[in-house]
């Protein structure tokens, strides 16, 4: 299943997303055109990992961190798909990071690696969106720099852990404009999916909807006000978001 969150003339909807048609849990259906997209879950908190691929280290000339290197990204930063990112006034390099998102299905804490994904309820794309202006050694951690409204792109559905038959091994490619910048796979990831849920939950509950931002592939370039970024994720669909000005121009 594809599970959406979605408003039609200001009303907020949940539903199943099923050949360009949207199945809501109290009867109407909407085509899929018609709505404005929000993000698949509403989570408490939002957890990302940092520098998981070995590549992506190697792009940014840093060591491959002792252990994971955390952080978290506001549920302010969250938008869905289509909505736009805004570009912060003064900043001068922001990218993209496509990457796979967890989405917790129940409450968790201290369980085993090889148990991890019976507690998921399924996977979705995000944008971990970052302004690199704001990523200095004594600024971590990178609080501000992943942490500005709108900088949470996350959808388009939640894909039922059941439809992936192996969250580590999945094609990531990221496309500006149309043109490819960014390709990978989680096979890549230093540490898995179910080593990343059985860590964080070593240490702290995860609840019902929480996010897991596993991290993104070496591939990061700059973009600009007005590009469109599409994240795609093998079985999960492609995440679309244009780039706009803060204040509204290009």
Not at 229 to 248: D, F, K, R, Y
């Amino acid at each position: 299943m594809r599970w959406v969150r979605f408003l039609v003339d200001g009303q907020e909807w949940e539903g199943q997303w099923v050949e360009g048609q949207i199945v809501t849990q109290s009867g109407p259906v909407f085509a899929d055109s018609q709505v404005k997209w929000l993000p698949p879950v509403n989570p408490s908190k939002i957890i990302g990992l940092a520098l998981n691929y070995r590549n992506h280290a190697a792009e940014l000339g840093l060591e491959e961190p002792p252990e994971p290197a955390l952080f978290f990204k506001p549920p302010s930063a969250l938008i869905g798909h289509r909505q736009a990112i805004v570009y912060p006034t003064g900043a001068s390099y922001c990218h993209y990071e496509t990457e796979v998102a967890v989405v917790m299905g129940r409450r968790c804490r201290r369980i085993k690696a090889n148990e991890a994904l019976d507690y998921v309820r399924g996977y979705t794309i995000a944008n971990d969106f970052t302004c690199r202006d704001f990523i200095r050694n004594t600024f971590r951690p990178p609080v501000r720099a992943k942490g500005f409204d709108t900088f949470c792109p996350l959808g388009p559905a939640i894909v039922s852990r059941e439809m992936i038959d192996n969250p580590d091994n999945l094609e990531i490619v990221t496309r500006v404009n149309g043109t490819v910048r960014q390709t990978g796979n989680t096979r890549q990831l230093m540490m898995s999916i179910p080593e990343i849920i059985a860590y964080l939950a070593s240490f702290m509950t995860l609840e019902p909807g929480d996010v897991i931002l596993t991290g993104t592939p070496e591939g990061i370039s700059p973009v600009e006000p007005g590009d469109v970024i599409v994240s795609e994720i093998e079985g999960l669909g492609a995440l679309h978001n244009p780039v706009v000005a803060e204040g509204g121009g290009q």
